[in-house]
């Protein structure tokens, strides 16, 4: 009877140790994954840094075209804004201007009247 006890602890010792090489195989296959993203990462900021100065440059061209755009515009708006007072400044008479001279005014000569 003592050897049926042992052959049963035996048995449940083997069936752990089988479990565990499955829980090692899983672990090793998600290692594997996660390795190989990990990879995928590296070579995706391997690249992303080798194109650093060109997202740079680009970067720094769309700004300077969005400040020159910008300051366009603005710059017509003033332009506009400026010729529309000067429009309205020639359009209206200068009260402090001295009035226009105009032709001197000739005398008529006197009629003769017959009597």
């Known amino acids: 009877m003592g050897l049926l006890p042992s052959v049963g602890r035996l048995w449940h010792l083997a069936r752990q140790a089988e479990d565990l ?3 090692q195989d899983q672990v090793k296959d998600a290692v594997k994954l996660i390795d ?9 900021m391997t690249k992303y840094e080798a194109e650093l100065p060109q997202i740079v ?13 910008t300051s366009g515009l603005s ?10 007072v000067e ?3 020639e359009s209206t008479p200068n009260p402090r201007a001295a009035p ?8 008529a000569a006197p009629k003769n009247k017959k009597q």
């Open 36 to 44: 190989g993203r990990l990879r995928t990462l590296e070579d995706r």
């Open 87 to 89: 429009m309205q400044i």
């Open 75 to 84: 710059l017509t708006d003033l332009v506009t804004r400026l010729t529309r």
């Open 100 to 107: 226009k001279k105009s032709a001197p005014r000739r005398l």
């Open 21 to 23: 090489f499955k829980l």
């Open 57 to 69: 440059t680009a970067a720094q061209s769309a700004a300077a075209a969005a400040s020159s755009a």
